[in-house]
């Protein structure tokens, strides 16, 4: 029987257990990320990707400007570097009191 154990705020990693496979990974729910060009995302969730064989996953983010257009990319594109060693995507600190671990961000359709 899958178990999903999906971190809260105060976690530093997400496991999934689908089908016997374990994902660790240091990409959090509800967390802001810069990307390496500068654009801020949050990250919505991390989905198995149905359309590959084996287990293989995507990040679920949304951009924090415009209109907050949905994004999907794979984990390892996420957590990996740019053709010049830099980190794609970097978590910002946002201070804790300026935060609400327990808020909701809205689906925005298009």
């Known amino acids: 029987m899958p178990t999903y154990i999906l971190a809260d705020s105060y976690n530093f990693a997400i496991v999934l257990r689908m089908q016997n496979v374990k994902l660790e990974t240091l990409v959090m729910r509800n967390r802001v990320y810069e990307h390496y060009r500068g654009n801020q995302y949050i990250v919505v969730d991390i989905a198995k990707d ?36 830099i980190p794609r995507f970097r978590l910002l600190e946002v201070e804790e009191e300026n935060r609400n671990p327990e808020h909701v961000y809205p689906t925005i359709t298009m």
């Open 50 to 85: 149905a359309d590959k064989d084996g287990d293989e996953f995507v990040v679920i983010y949304r951009a924090l400007y415009d209109h907050g257009q949905l994004y999907a990319t794979s984990l390892g594109r996420f957590t990996g570097m740019n053709t010049d060693g």
